[in-house]
């Protein structure tokens, strides 16, 4: 009985032990099989992608003086990377910083064939660029794929030219969406990626899996490792489109100055600092000023679509073109409004300095006067000395160090002033990029602010 038993047993661990190694065979075989397919649709993605991604460096006018035909020695470093979005007009878009506001840049195919292409437009609020070459036959292209669906987890692959290694290829994974505040361009609402981003990737196309352009690579943290940035296809798409159509972006202007909602504020209303904006300035005849809005209020929505961030508001305003109505929804006082606001065009600001008149000190964007009878009663300032701000225009530096019409300037770098040409003998005395330190009286408080002009 024992002796059966024991064979039995022995029997069945033998069993065991080999239907586990069969199992664990299986098991291999199917893990090597998903390997293989996801290896075999990797080469097959860089197959058809890689043609449609291009090198782009400075363009040099031939010339005996620089080198002769034939002689490479002398050409230049590589500048970034871009991608064909259009293969039958030969449009490609890229970084605006690639391009660096040439006319012209070279432009080497996948294949080595050169072209010499025409920057139609550049946009710096997103650095983006488009460029166009002229070519007989319809060149490999890419299509823009629809952002809004790119989720968190999923693989992404990013192609350029990292310090000049042409048609670099990289796996990688969607780490973050709708990433701001890093300060790289006005309109930032980024994906994140661990693909390997470096210098010389920049312009170059982050895919998905089917081959579809869902980013622009444009930047780096230098001092951390995988994590990269790209611009959503969707940005690109519109912006794209108008450099192709008017070469140039048009984008709306609502003429509000926006913050994040305080806590205390946030309390007395019964909502989370993420459910708007708040109001703190309205520019007089501006858009918004002439739909009701007033300072104190909190925009909800823009178009139907929630605010929760003063960037967010910008993207959104920006994304909608001058001259559309829009509704924009508003808390105010606990009572929640909806307004129809016309959108105006927003203006640059170096554009819009360009044609102040003399009135204006130019390098910070206001307007200022003598102070008299007149000013003294519209600004219900009253023995004082200084000179009265009367204008501030939109998005200046003097708007962005916080000047505010109605502000009395007492001091202009540690210097009193009680007449206008005080402060213009001021400016003229300092670089055109040096900062001000500038007194002004609101209110009957004192109030210190820091002014960088215009570069």
């Given at each position: 009985?024992?002796g059966?038993?024991?064979?039995?047993?022995s029997?069945a661990?033998t069993?065991g032990?080999?239907?586990?190694?069969?199992?664990?065979?299986?098991?291999?075989?199917?893990?090597?099989?998903i390997?293989?397919?996801?290896?075999?649709?990797l080469?097959g993605?860089?197959?058809?992608?890689?043609?449609?991604?291009?090198?782009?460096?400075?363009?040099v006018p031939p010339?005996p003086?620089?080198?002769r035909?034939?002689d490479?020695?002398?050409?230049?470093?590589?500048?970034?990377?871009?991608?064909?979005i259009?293969?039958?007009?030969?449009?490609?878009v890229?970084?605006?910083?690639v391009v660096?506001?040439?006319?012209?840049?070279?432009?080497?195919?996948?294949d080595?064939?050169?072209?010499?292409?025409?920057v139609l437009?550049?946009?710096?609020?997103?650095?983006l660029?488009v460029?166009?070459?002229d070519?007989d036959k319809p060149l490999p292209q890419?299509?823009?794929?629809?952002?809004?669906?790119?989720?968190v987890?999923?693989?992404v692959?990013?192609?350029?030219n990292?310090?000049?290694?042409?048609?670099?290829?990289s796996?990688g994974?969607?780490s973050?969406?709708?990433?701001e505040?890093?300060?790289i361009s006005?309109?930032?609402?980024?994906?994140?990626?661990?693909a390997?981003?470096n210098p010389g990737?920049?312009?170059?196309p982050l895919l998905n899996?089917?081959?579809e352009v869902?980013?622009?690579?444009?930047?780096?943290i230098n001092y951390?490792?995988s994590?990269?940035f790209?611009?959503?296809?969707?940005?690109?798409k519109?912006?794209?489109?108008?450099?192709i159509e008017?070469?140039?972006v048009r984008r709306?202007?609502l003429?509000?100055?926006?913050?994040f909602?305080?806590?205390n504020v946030a309390?007395?209303?019964?909502i989370?600092?993420?459910?708007?904006?708040?109001?703190n300035?309205v520019?007089e005849?501006q858009?918004?000023?002439q739909a009701?809005?007033?300072?104190?209020?909190i925009?909800?929505?823009?178009?139907?679509t929630?605010?929760?961030s003063?960037?967010?508001m910008i993207?959104l305003?920006?994304?909608i073109?001058?001259?559309?109505s829009?509704q924009?929804?508003i808390l105010?006082q606990?009572?929640?409004?909806?307004?129809?606001?016309?959108l105006?065009?927003r203006v640059d600001?170096r554009?819009q300095?360009?044609?102040l008149?003399?009135?204006a000190?130019t390098s910070?964007g206001?307007?200022i006067s003598?102070?008299d009878?007149?000013?003294?009663n519209?600004?219900?300032v009253?023995?004082?000395?200084?000179?009265?701000?009367?204008?501030?225009?939109p998005?200046?530096s003097?708007?962005?160090?916080?000047?505010?019409?109605?502000?009395?300037?007492?001091?202009v770098?540690?210097r009193?002033?009680t007449?206008?040409?005080e402060?213009?003998?001021?400016?003229?005395?300092?670089?055109?990029?040096?900062?001000l330190?500038?007194l002004?009286?609101?209110k009957?408080?004192?109030?210190?602010?820091?002014?960088s002009p215009?570069h």
């Open positions: 009985m024992i059966r038993t024991f064979i039995f047993l029997l661990l069993f032990v080999f239907s586990a190694s069969v199992a664990y065979a299986d098991h291999s075989s199917r893990g090597l099989s390997l293989e397919e996801l290896e075999k649709g080469v993605l860089a197959d058809h992608t890689l043609p449609a991604v291009v090198n782009l460096s400075p363009y010339s003086s620089i080198r035909q034939g490479t020695k002398g050409r230049p470093t590589n500048a970034g990377a871009g991608v064909i259009d293969g039958v007009n030969g449009y490609i890229t970084n605006s910083h660096k506001k040439a006319e012209n840049i070279q432009v080497t195919l996948h080595e064939t050169e072209f010499v292409g025409r437009g550049a946009d710096e609020e997103t650095d660029a460029i166009k070459v070519t890419v299509n823009l794929g629809d952002s809004s669906r790119v989720r987890g999923q693989l692959v990013a192609i350029g990292p310090y000049g290694l042409h048609d670099t290829f796996l994974v969607v973050g969406l709708n990433r505040n890093i300060n006005r309109y930032e609402d980024f994906i994140q990626t661990d390997s981003i990737n920049s312009g170059g899996v089917q081959g869902i980013g622009i690579n444009t930047a780096i951390a490792q994590i990269g790209a611009i959503p296809s969707n940005v690109v519109n912006v794209s489109r108008q450099i008017v070469g140039k709306g202007w003429g509000v100055g926006i913050d909602i305080p806590k309390a007395r209303e019964n989370d600092v993420k459910e708007g904006v708040l109001v300035s520019f005849n858009p918004a000023f009701g809005i007033k300072v104190g209020d925009i909800m929505k823009i178009g139907g929630p605010v929760n003063p960037g967010g993207r305003v920006g994304n073109s001058p001259g559309q829009v924009v929804d105010r606990g009572e929640r409004k909806s307004l129809s606001v016309k105006g065009r600001p554009e300095l360009a044609n008149n003399s009135n000190v910070w206001v307007e003598d102070l009878t007149q000013l003294q519209k600004y219900q009253f023995n004082k000395e200084g000179v009265m701000v009367t204008k501030v225009f998005e200046s003097a708007d962005r160090g916080g000047l505010k019409e109605g502000d009395l300037i007492t001091a770098n540690d009193k002033v007449r206008k040409l402060i213009e003998s001021i400016l003229s005395q300092l670089s055109d990029h040096e900062p330190s500038v002004v009286d609101r009957s408080e004192s109030v210190l602010l820091s002014i215009e």
